[in-house]
């Protein structure tokens, strides 16, 4: 069965800093992939997808990702990070040839300190 | 472009009681999804339409959900009886492609 895991739960990082949230998953097929970001009571909002062609992705609000595929991951990452990227982030993965069913990682919450 | 729009975003039941929530999807995206977040998970699906036909309601506890997607435009969500494990907050999307999909700003459901 088709599985996303994001191993951090929680990371704080100082604002500035530079942040990479970690997202492998498990599938035979080529998936395509997302990252969403959802602010404390707000939806989700993409930040940048990949199906195919270059590896390394840029998205909105400065986040960009790579797809390795000899790792299995999409880790997400940005260069200096704002206090207002505090939020939960969700990595998910769409596997090509069904249904179009998104399949969310539990999600990593960004703290940022000042 | 308006985005995908839900209501009420806020509901507080007791159990037993029924609830339904509404979604209005992008203009012109033929597929939408409901989703089930609890707290500190991702979203699940709950159930997938393309235009007014069911895709996937693999994972609709059927025994007390129900959704309908009328015109293939709207569609309401419906929980009777309610239970306290359905405390939740409940994301509708679309989507034009199938891949990409929009989310609405939720319904956080508070089941007493």
């Known amino acids: 069965a088709q599985s996303v895991t994001q191993p951090d739960i929680h990371i704080t990082v100082s604002e500035g800093a530079s942040l990479e949230l970690r997202c492998n998953y498990s599938?035979?097929?080529?998936?395509?992939l997302f990252w969403y970001v959802q602010s404390p009571g707000q939806g989700l909002q993409l930040l940048l997808k990949y199906f195919s062609g270059d590896t390394l992705v840029q998205g909105i609000k400065g986040f960009e990702a790579e797809f390795k595929r000899s790792q299995s991951s999409f880790n997400l990452r940005k260069p200096s990070v704002h206090w207002s990227d505090a939020a939960e982030y969700f990595c998910?993965?769409?596997?090509?040839?069904?249904?179009?069913?998104?399949?969310f990682g539990t999600g990593t919450r960004l703290q940022v300190t000042l | 472009e308006a985005g995908v729009a839900q209501s009420p975003r806020y509901k507080i039941i007791e159990k037993r009681q029924s609830v339904a929530f509404w979604c209005n999807p992008i203009?012109?995206?033929?597929?939408l999804y409901w989703y089930q977040q609890i707290l500190g998970q991702g979203p699940k699906l709950l159930i997938q339409?393309?235009?007014?036909?069911?895709?996937?309601d693999s994972q609709l506890p059927k025994d007390r959900f129900s959704a309908e997607r009328l015109k293939g435009v709207d569609s309401t969500l419906k929980i009777q009886p309610a239970k306290l494990e359905d405390s939740a907050v409940y994301l509708c999307a679309s989507s034009r492609d199938g891949y990409e999909q929009y989310f609405g700003p939720g319904t956080r459901l508070t089941v007493t």
């Open positions: 599938y035979g097929a080529t998936p395509y």
């Open positions: 339409f393309q235009n007014n036909g069911v895709v996937d």
């Open positions: 203009s012109g995206h033929a597929t």
């Open positions: 998910a993965v769409v596997v090509t040839g069904t249904a179009s069913k998104l399949t």
